[in-house]
């Protein structure tokens, strides 16, 4: 009985010791969780580059905004504008008609002001006049989008460069601190290679789509102007087709 109880207080001690060994050992062994990096230290750690980047993201933010307002603008169509254009040429009251087109005041409608104003002309140049004047509305309506091109094409290769800028800081770092090299020697440039590398991509493709939005809203301005130059040009043939 009494070697029963000597075992038994021998594995209590035991336990007790391995206890007491586990909670020394286990505050030590779990290192501590690591501070997370705001945006704006990230942004830091980019370096020089990241500031071009920053200025090509807001300029593009910018053209997008403001070419969309300009294109919402244009691409809106008076149904009855059209009609009135008619009854207004049929009655003779031509001035009446471009006053219309000034207040109108949309892409569209200068081209039919400046059709009008060749009324009496040949049909070739009535339509010569239309087209010139429309090649000066779309190249207005598409102001900006040559900055939107080069942006999601450049800031990429942006990037790049600060990938290859971060590694030769780091490859420099390595090799300065020698044998003794660790990696907090050469973090500073992987950081920045890594960095200057996402930010490339996010300001290009947000380019690329903002540069494809625009188009596509182009595209439907355009198709209103062709759709009213038919409409004024068979209007201009209903006469000679009575």
Not at 43 to 49: A, K
Not at 152 to 170: C, D, R, S, Y
Not at 203 to 210: D, E, L, N, R, Y
Request: one cysteine or more; a negative charge.
């Amino acid at each position: 009985m009494l070697f029963l109880q000597q075992i038994a207080t021998l594995a209590s001690d035991t336990a007790s010791s391995a206890a007491a060994a586990a909670s020394a050992i286990a505050p030590a062994a779990v290192p501590a969780a690591p501070e997370p990096l705001s945006l704006w230290e990230l942004c830091v750690e980019g370096g020089w580059i990241m500031i071009i980047l920053g200025l090509l993201l807001v300029i593009s933010i910018y053209v997008l905004v403001e070419r969309s307002i300009v294109t919402y603008k244009a691409s809106r169509c008076d149904e009855n504008f059209m009609k009135r254009i008619k009854d207004y040429i049929h009655d003779g009251e031509i001035e009446s008609a471009l006053n219309l087109c000034k207040a109108t005041g949309s892409p569209y409608s200068r081209l039919i002001a400046k059709g009008i104003t060749r009324i009496g002309r040949p049909m070739n140049d009535v339509l010569v006049a239309i087209e010139n004047t429309g090649n000066l509305e779309v190249a207005a309506i598409s102001k900006g989008l040559p900055w939107l091109a080069t942006t999601a094409a450049a800031a990429p290769m942006l990037g790049f460069l600060g990938t290859v800028i971060g590694m030769v800081q780091a490859f420099y770092s390595i090799a300065s601190a020698g044998t003794a090299a660790s990696i907090g020697d050469f973090a500073g440039g992987i950081y920045t290679a890594l960095v200057t590398t996402v930010a490339g991509l996010i300001v290009g493709i947000a380019a690329m789509f903002a540069y494809n939005f625009l188009v596509a809203r182009i595209n439907k301005v355009m198709n209103l102007m062709e759709a009213r130059t038919m409409e004024f040009m068979d209007l201009l043939n209903e006469p000679a087709s009575v």
